[in-house]
């Protein structure tokens, strides 16, 4: 199953068009689907986007072949031009950084993006929208991070009332192709034999069980880089494991740093 989440009605509307999906009224909110392809609109803004991806994912829980997507407007600094797509590596918000996982080849042009609580009139640093951190973290008590996908499209140069409903929809609707090269691209991944032989799985899944589901997964996409970058390469795993929950997350934290170095 594809997993899709837009905070916008507008952004929806071409993405049904193009994959035929049809309305569902499952969950309070508003929902489309097909087959293989199942969309909330989540509204604008943290809380909705939190609430309508918890909501959706436990109602139906994915399976380990399934992927999530993203995909939605932004508005951004000068040097992107209006309608560009741009592939999110790292979610900006406050203090924190989170870190979808790209592990595919692709021609996007990747870059950060910056999270806020407001429409922005002034220019950032990077891209700007309301959805991207909660989203990620609610997607990724479900999905592993090369699972889950940040598309976004530039609509504006931080001129919010400049955004029509039509202007999104015509947005949207000349990126249902590149949609479809995203989506091809996070099923390749999946579909491709394990990385791993049966006694370093073994060794993983031990060495996981010492940190929490949330803090394994992220290990695990570290490994999965690491593999892929240096291929029939396998980082030990050292058994001696802390005992202090502080001293545990610190070795995990210098790990994921030697394994994506």
């Excluded at 592993?144 to 598309?151: D, G, M």
């Excluded at 400049?162 to 949609?179: C, F, Y």
């Excluded at 803090?215 to 494991?241: M, V």
């Amino acid at each position: 199953m594809i997993y899709v989440i837009t905070a916008l009605d507008a952004e929806a509307r071409p993405l049904c068009e193009h994959y035929r999906l049809k309305r569902d009224t499952s969950l309070p909110y508003t929902l489309y689907r097909n087959e293989e392809m199942v969309l909330v609109v989540s509204g604008i803004g943290r809380m909705n986007a939190l609430m309508a991806v918890s909501a959706l994912l436990g109602w139906r829980i994915p399976k380990e072949e399934d992927i999530l997507i993203n995909i939605g407007i932004c508005g951004a600094p000068l040097e992107y031009r209006i309608g560009e797509a741009l592939l999110i590596h790292q979610i900006l918000d406050g203090d924190r950084r989170y870190y979808p996982d790209i592990l595919y080849t692709h021609l996007f042009r990747e870059t950060s993006i910056r999270c806020v609580d407001a429409p922005q009139s002034v220019l950032s640093d990077y891209p700007v929208d309301m959805e991207s951190s909660p989203i990620f973290q609610a997607a990724s008590r479900f999905f592993k991070l090369h699972q889950i996908a940040f598309l976004k499209i530039v609509s504006d140069h931080c001129t919010p009332e400049s955004v029509t409903k039509e202007g999104v929809m015509e947005i949207l609707r000349s990126h249902v192709d590149t949609v479809d090269t995203l989506i091809s691209r996070l099923r390749a991944i999946q579909k491709e034999p394990s990385l791993f032989s049966a006694d370093e799985r073994d060794i993983i899944e031990v060495f996981k069980t010492h940190f929490t589901k949330s803090q394994g997964s992220a290990l695990e996409d570290a490994l999965i880089y690491f593999r892929l970058r240096n291929k029939g390469k396998f980082l030990p795993l050292n058994p001696l494991i802390p005992n202090s929950k502080r001293e545990r997350s610190l070795l995990l934290e210098e790990l994921i740093a030697t394994l994506t170095a």
